[in-house]
């Protein structure tokens, strides 16, 4: 579930920079559907699409209003990554929206870690130390 919801997060953070507080928004612009209609189909599919004016879910709203702080990112991956977990369907329409684009994230072999794209400490093995 972390490995889908970071992912996710990558295409999700584009469309809430191109779109801001629309990104919900049912009318779609179809010059930035091709670059970024993946993040915006997938918010609208895990949050449900909204009117103009209709209140955005708290951790979208928080991730619009500053998409580059880390915590506002993180609360908004929690929330994908909860409602990923809780609804199977749901999950499964988000990895074929993500299969359809071409994205595939796989882990194997002991102690691998799956992931489109790692922007922190990635450390497996026995006895790993990490310090600054």
Do not use: C
Not at 31 to 60: D, H, S
Not at 87 to 98: F, H, I, S, T, Y
Not at 103 to 125: F, H
Request: zero cysteines.
């Amino acid at each position: 579930m972390v490995e889908l919801a970071v992912v996710v997060m990558s295409y999700v953070l584009a469309a809430i920079r191109e779109f801001g507080d629309a990104v919900l928004n049912k009318v779609q612009d179809d010059a930035a559907e091709a670059t970024i209609g993946l993040g915006r189909r997938a918010l609208q599919r895990i949050f449900g699409t909204r009117k103009a004016g209709e209140p955005l879910p708290e951790p979208v709203v928080d991730a619009v209003a500053n998409p580059h702080d880390e915590d506002a990112v993180a609360a908004l991956r929690l929330a994908i990554r909860k409602a990923l977990a809780a609804d199977p369907q749901l999950r499964a329409d988000v990895e074929g929206m993500l299969a359809t684009a071409g994205v595939t994230v796989t882990a194997a072999g002991e102690r691998s870690i799956a992931a489109q794209t790692i922007t922190g400490i990635a450390a497996t093995g026995d006895n790993t130390t990490i310090s600054r």
